[in-house]
């Protein structure tokens, strides 16, 4: 079974509009951190926000923002007045602490920001 | 620019070639990671070190073989490649390999010919 399952290979939006990166997750370890990274043409991962495990508030980062459900195990990421600068793939990732500190990347979620 | 750097940012090589892929950190780190992404794949993970030690070999076949000499630099030594290794290879870093936040270089494009 997958790990992270990201289900949008493609998404646009409309500069100033708010739009939600769908993530969810598999895991039967206790204790564990949700990740976004946004990875630009240029191809550097760019880490955006974190979400542990046992956090009961739903992590906030600026402009991003972690839609964290625990019991459907999901982990969207909400971007607010979107820019033209956030066109870029956005990787949602899974890390088991329990498990040997395994790291877990989705394929990614490309997404445009038109003008 | 995040503090780890990746040489050359792209690479060319034959199948019979021998090359090295270079890493460098400026943040303190201690722990170091070389990822495979390839197209339409989510990020493999190949290696993990800690301290100048080798914690994770995910699997990867001995034609890439890592080296780091010290907690600053990694490399990633490159032989008899084949055509399906293609692909950005990214360097990360973090405080320890419990460190949940990694930075990122910006990867080595490799193609095999």
């Known amino acids: 079974a997958q790990k992270i399952t990201q289900t949008q290979p493609g998404m646009f939006v409309q500069e100033k509009e708010a739009v939600t990166l769908d993530c969810t997750y598999d895991t039967s370890d206790p204790s564990y951190g949700l990740f976004w990274y946004k990875q630009p043409s240029s191809g550097e991962m760019i880490f955006l926000i974190y979400q542990g495990s046992y956090d009961q508030q739903n992590a906030t980062e600026g402009r991003y923002s972690l839609n964290f459900q625990k019991a459907r195990k999901s982990a969207n990421l909400v971007i607010s007045a979107s820019q033209l600068g956030d066109s870029a793939m956005y990787f949602c990732?899974?890390?088991?602490?329990?498990?040997?500190?395994?790291?877990?990347f989705g394929s990614g979620t490309k997404l445009n920001v038109k003008p | 620019e995040t503090g780890v750097t990746q040489t050359p940012r792209h690479l060319v090589m034959g199948m019979t070639n021998k090359k090295s892929l270079k890493c460098e950190q400026h943040l303190g780190h201690n722990a170091m990671y070389w990822y495979k992404q390839s197209a339409k794949k989510p990020l493999e993970l190949m290696f993990v070190?800690?301290?100048?030690?080798?914690?994770e070999n995910n699997s990867v076949p001995s034609r890439f073989s890592p080296e780091c000499p010290n907690s600053s630099h990694l490399f990633l030594h490159l032989h008899t490649l084949q055509p399906e290794d293609s692909a950005l290879y990214l360097c990360a870093s973090s405080q320890d390999d419990r460190e949940e936040r990694a930075f990122f270089g910006q990867g080595t494009r490799l193609t095999v010919v």
């Open positions: 990732a899974m890390r088991e602490v329990y498990n040997f500190n395994k790291f877990y």
């Open positions: 070190y800690n301290f100048k030690e080798q914690t």
